[in-house]
């Protein structure tokens, strides 16, 4: 009976000592990450990145080195001469000698919901770097050595940054000198400091944008692709498949309606056999598509979803590339017309669509009232004489449009003024202005203005100031502004996103992060708000096929 007795009281106290264990564990599983200390963040640890461990003692001397300087301009970029006077449209600088962080800018702004950023410095004097990174709430920073001048985080270190430092500044240090053997070479140690936030706010999950290969022609049958900025998720949203080209495109933002609901409008352009322009319509619930006969370029829909301002264009021109750059179209001939997604009607709208004019650019007010655009004098000679284009806006009065005026501040002040964009909320609208043209020109800024009467436009503080800024959309709750910039080299235009305070002020901006450098230009980049299945090849079917009615004429 003894032993029964002992042999029932160690099960009793294995059966207590495993309840214990549960209950523990349990207890380990409910408390929050702030409480967990060194098992949910990152904080003490030290990552050797491309790279053996090193002792991180060679990080630290008296004799600390941070230098502000600038680099002289290789080719200063003078304005009073043709861009074809360059080999590239670009203000390209030299090299920072000493360390300089690149990404990100200080003070920089991350969506909630990005993707591990790419941490990138530059530095012609060292071979080895310490990277220190301290987030509200951690016991210690996190370090990483490497020699590489760049380093992105795992998934798992970005989610605790981003935990740690949302809405919060996250300060990242980079320590960087010269490693012979195990030993430092002489006392100086070089040091750059930057702070950056992870924003409570996020951006649309999906961006569409256009995706284009140097070396740049008008015959490019480029592939519109997608991008989830979560992750490194990319795919072909509309194949060109050699035959087509896929360009100006356009969502509408209806609060009340699911992405997969909506319609998309798009210029399509065969470029092979019979070639042709048309307008594309597509509706994702229905996997259906529609073609309108018309010469279509840029345009934007109205608040409902239901119609299209569209650029109808007469007469069109492309200018020969300058070295490695996108080359510039110009719209000779064309003016504003309302199109009708339902019935394929299209009209011109009055105060839109004068024959002396090019008319280009919609883009409907929040409110469906007033339809903004750009406009310039028509070119007739010489054919490639640079417009200067002014932003106006008119009635929409249920299609009858009305007298044009000129937007205060975006009209005849000696720019071109063009690419009028409305935050989704209708406090804001971003517009370029550059020296001349449009677009791909190496002089566009962003722009933005207040919808409240009086309101005077001025620049964004996201643009780099000496390379293309340009092609810009609103994320869905008007916090995040997307654009296309040249600022890394001139050429390949790439995305970044900004965020627009309630002020309308700019962050600076951070790069839409990407894996390995793919040697392409990013434009007309959209936002949707919702991740849905696309089926490149249903979407191309649609906007690609024969029009639904003969062909339509602009009737008045």
Partial sequence: MALINRATSRRHLVV????????????????????????????????YAGCGPVDTHIFQSDALIHSHEEPEPLIVFDQSLLPSNYETCYWETGKHQHLKILRPYDNASFPRNIAPPNIRWEDETNDIWMLSLTAPGWSAPLRVVTKQSEWRPDAATWEAIKSSGTGEWVNLEVRGCCLQGRQRLGDRVYVDQVRFRVSPYPADPIIVCRMVT??????????????DISTFKTGIFLPGKGVFCTNCHSFPYVPTVAAEDIDLAIAVRKQVGKGYRRLGLYNFATQQGRTVNVNSFFMGWDPEGKKVAACLAQKIASKAMITLETQEFFVLKAGIGIVDS??????????AYEPEYMETFPEWSVDGKTIVFSRAKEVVEPAFANPIFDIYQVPYNDGRGGKATPVPGAAHNGKSNYFPRFSPDGKWMVFNKADESSLVNPTARLWIVSTSKGAMPRELECNCGYAMDSHHSWSSNSRWLLFASKRDDGIFARLYLTEIDENGHASPPVELPT???????????????DRFPMDGDSILAGVTQQPQVPDVEVSE
Wanted: hydrophobic residues 45%; charged residues 15%; aromatic residues 8%.
């Fill in 214 to 227: 140097p070396l740049f022609h008008v015959h490019k049958t480029p592939d519109v692709v997608y991008r």
């Fill in 16 to 47: 207590a000592g495993a309840i214990v264990l549960l209950a523990f564990v349990g207890l380990v599983i409910l408390l929050p990450s702030s409480l967990m200390g060194s098992n949910s963040e990152p904080a003490g640890k030290t990552i």
């Fill in 515 to 529: 894996r390995g450098d793919t040697m392409m230009c990013y434009n007309v980049p959209e936002f949707l708000k």
């Fill in 342 to 351: 339902e019935t394929l009607q299209v009209r011109p709208l009055r105060g």
